[in-house]
């Protein structure tokens, strides 16, 4: 091949590469945007219009698709839905019953039609669980190995962001043109993601589905459970995260009920300035992992997602000090999203790109199991030991994870 061509191939190459890159912010942007929807962006709407107290309870129902996610995902491995692709076409399809479930609950009226509200919420939480699970086999199968770290970091700015869009953006635009208007809005921001979808590549690897229903549902099984030290790799994918989700289960009440500062300042501290300190952590999360590689981003992370608890612990002791909750809310979130960058790339480069949809919803779904796990004993450890203790115990919890992620090296190294 003659200098000239190779130069041109390259160039082609490269633009491939930021496309694939660039299109992660949307792709997150539009997972993330249903998520408030039909949880506390509802919850408001609901609370607001007197409904009781009871029957908005029973709305968390409605956040099962997500936990369970992983029971459906073989038939978007197996099935093609439109000429799309195997990816883009439910991705699209997923996308567009999200605008509808979301443009329909904009006429419902919560006091008058709390059934139907009900199970339109369950109906747009069910379709942006599939559009999770979709959106995350495309980023597995469309990104190359060096383009994982920022990928996830692109990913996880966009979907942060549209959370601030259905979350406190709705909120405030309820209060000027109503509950109806913002929902319809959100779901002309919703179709607007679709369009996206529709100019956006279909991964070549995505070609390659299960021949058969029953492959799709038990090679996905198989494939993984065959893998070199594969029983090791489960166990650290539950225990990475420990110590980080122990800490944020009660962050928030600590920060008002135990370091003594209002509602407000906490609102605007944890969720405003974190939500910027965990995009700056995912961001360099993910550029430093292109050049320290995946095992040693995932131990150095590891270890500051684990001395990060360390902050709210001193806090605990210094008492109400402004400077030091600033510290610790962002210290946290930056070395929570650096933690996120790496293990979420870990994720994808477990999956083989058959199945990639079934085997990341499984894997995603065992990570959430210490969350699920840790959230009852932590109050109870706060009222019998206190919050200084708890907050170290945190600590020591992130610790199991990061010692058997050294015993994986050479297999994640491998990766």
Sequence with gaps: MNP???RLLSKRDDLRFSKALWLMFPMGFASGLPLALSGGTLQAWLTTEGVDIRAIGLFSIVAFPY?????????MDYIRPLPLGRRRGWIFLCQVAVVLACAYMAFLNPQNHLMAMAISALLLAFFSASQDIVIDAYRTDILKEKERGLGVAFTVTGYRIAMLVSGALALILSDFWGW????LLMAAVMALSSIITLIADEPEIGTLRPKALEDAILKPLKDLLKRPF???ILLFICLYKLGDAFAGTLTTAFLIRGAGFSPGVVGTVNKGFGLLAT???AMVGGGLMTRIGLFTALFTFGILQAVSNLSFMALSIAGKSFSLMIFSVGLENICGGMGTAAFVAFLMAICNKRF???QYAILSALSSVGRVFVGPPAGVLVADLGWTVFFF???LAALPGLFLLFWLKRPI???
């Design 356 to 358: 990639s949809a079934t």
């Design 67 to 75: 936990t369970f996610k992983f029971i459906w995902s073989p038939l």
């Design 4 to 6: 000239i061509k190779k």
């Design 230 to 232: 594969i029983w090791g």
């Design 279 to 281: 995009i700056l952590g």
């Design 180 to 183: 109806k208007k913002t929902y």
């Design 393 to 395: 115990l945190t600590f």
């Design 413 to 415: 190294t491998a990766l």
